[in-house]
């Protein structure tokens, strides 16, 4: 099928999706209340559905009454029993995927089970929705006379008692509809191949020939996957091999660390679209071209529930209805794969209420409070974006870890930085950072007051390649593996200290 046709009748087919975009747009909480009803009616002869009557529960109030609130390390025990082939635990569907990602403290992976239903309702229908939503905004789009370079996954799908395991991009690609395999690259042979070296390879093999018109993957190994192809084939830009080019599809972590480097080594006219997608499922999408916040996705078969931060004491659980603007919430959700007011560990906040639009804001786990700073992933973020626009810098990577206080000295933050541009004077650029980080943040100010309890952060400059280097050592090259930010111990920094 000549691809000119194919962009046409593609994009017509995803615009009529539009329609019902803006009907739960226009009525978010009754959208979300019959997501609620018709979970609760599909679970409701499963172990967990009589467990906590849900033939009974007919609003949100007694739902929320009713179901106590969960994680991962609470939610295990069905989960084990799931693996092992039991069925109709706490989903009607028989699961037969687990995604495979990042562990707890008690355990080295999570598997986060992955029904039917949200394979196709929710992951598969938000693949198409993050398409629908880009070529509306932009009427001259050529999106589909070419194909997407996707860097997915590198574990593989494994076998056991009929259950399969891996990432959850492994699980995507080995059930892709025929319509995006045909608009993807590299084949799924490439995308999933273990060793990450020879992977690029076959990737940049594979694609230096096709039509590329749009990118997605997460920032930090997109990066590297792109820098590789510029040194190959000796060019300044990405747009001088892939002319057709028009947008860079990312999600995964915070992106205005990559942005400068994404637009120097991507070229002009290249548009950024965010989205949110988990393993337990996907939940946002850009809507608006050149804005940094996500429309909240509200019929993909999960329901919000959103913890307040504000007061630790006594948090509340509110459903969409209660939600209020630049306030910090965890996120909680109810899936169509069985999860029940589940805690993903994710906060956001909401930038829009009409629609219903959210930035995430950080991880309830990703702080550092060794000192009763209580610095948060987002304060960390400004400050150092901050700085990095003052001193006209550009990092890599980066992770953050308390140096304790000892008889000698006071305690203080210790800033491992891999910079792509190094500022030009490391001692300003630590005091403008620390400078930032206290009027972000009244507890770090207050714990630095005279540096009684906490000096001034130290930065430690990281070799080049350090970070790579501590992943591969680790296995974790690829997919979605991400250098943890901000830490309260010492593990990993010093590890990484070692290797430097």
């Not at 747009?25 to 018709?38: A, D, G």
């Not at 699980?171 to 690259?185: K, T």
Request: proline residues 3%.
């Amino acid at each position: 099928m000549p691809f000119s046709f194919l962009n046409t009748v593609t994009t017509w087919f995803l615009k009529k999706r539009m329609h019902q975009i803006e009907l739960f747009k226009k009525y978010p909480l009754e959208v979300q209340n019959e997501v609620l009803i018709n979970l609760l009616k599909n679970a409701e002869n499963t172990e967990f559905g009589k467990k906590y009557n849900f033939n009974s529960i007919k609003d949100y109030s007694s739902f929320s009454n009713n179901i106590p609130l969960t994680d991962y390390e609470n939610f295990l025990k069905y989960i084990e029993r799931s693996i092992k082939g039991e069925s109709n635990i706490f989903w009607s569907s028989a699961i037969k995927w687990y995604a495979q990602s990042s562990g707890t403290t008690n355990s080295v992976s999570k598997f986060i089970p992955v029904s039917k239903e949200s394979l196709e309702e929710c992951h598969y229908k938000a693949g198409k929705d993050v398409l629908c939503l880009y070529v509306n905004n932009n009427k001259d789009s050529n999106l589909f006379s070419g194909k997407s370079l996707r860097l997915g996954g590198s574990k593989k799908l494994y076998e056991n008692n009929n259950n399969y395991f891996g990432d959850l991009s492994a699980i995507l690609i080995d059930n892709l509809p025929l319509w995006a395999e045909m608009l993807s690259a590299p084949n799924n042979e490439i995308s999933l191949m273990d060793k990450w070296d020879e992977k690029i390879k076959a990737i940049i093999n594979s694609t230096l020939n096709e039509n590329i018109t749009s990118l997605a993957g997460v920032p930090s190994w997109m990066l590297i996957l792109l820098n590789k192809i510029l040194e190959e084939r000796n060019e300044t830009t990405i747009k001088d091999i892939w002319e057709n080019l028009e947008v860079y599809f990312h999600g995964g972590v915070n992106f205005d660390p990559y942005i400068n480097q994404f637009k120097s080594v991507l070229g002009d006219g290249v548009r950024f679209y965010e989205t949110y997608n988990a393993s337990e499922g996907f939940f946002a999408i850009q809507d608006r071209n050149d804005h940094n916040d996500m429309l909240l996705m509200l019929d993909y078969g999960i329901y919000f529930e959103f913890e307040t931060l504000d007061n630790k004491l006594k948090p509340k659980i509110i459903n969409l209805s209660k939600v209020k603007l630049d306030t910090n919430y965890a996120l909680i959700i109810s899936t169509n794969a069985g999860l029940w007011r589940y805690k993903i560990g994710d906060t956001i906040k909401f930038t829009s209420l009409d629609p219903f639009r959210i930035k995430i804001t950080g991880r309830t786990k990703s702080f550092i409070n060794a000192f009763g700073e209580e610095l948060i992933i987002e304060n960390a973020e400004n400050a150092l974006n901050k700085t990095l626009l003052k001193h006209k810098s550009t990092i890599v990577e980066y992770t953050v870890a308390p140096s304790f206080i000892s008889k000698k000295d006071s305690g203080c933050h210790q800033w491992l930085i891999e910079f792509e541009k190094k500022p030009s004077d490391i001692s300003k650029f630590c005091e403008d950072l620390d400078k930032y980080l206290q009027e972000l943040n009244s507890d770090y100010k207050s714990k630095r007051f005279k540096n009684i309890t906490m000096k001034r952060l130290e930065i430690i400059v990281a070799k080049e390649k350090l970070f790579f280097e501590w992943l591969k050592f680790k296995n974790k090259l690829g997919g979605q593996n991400k250098i943890p930010r901000l830490c309260n111990d010492r593990m990993i920094i010093d590890e990484l200290i070692k290797l430097n």
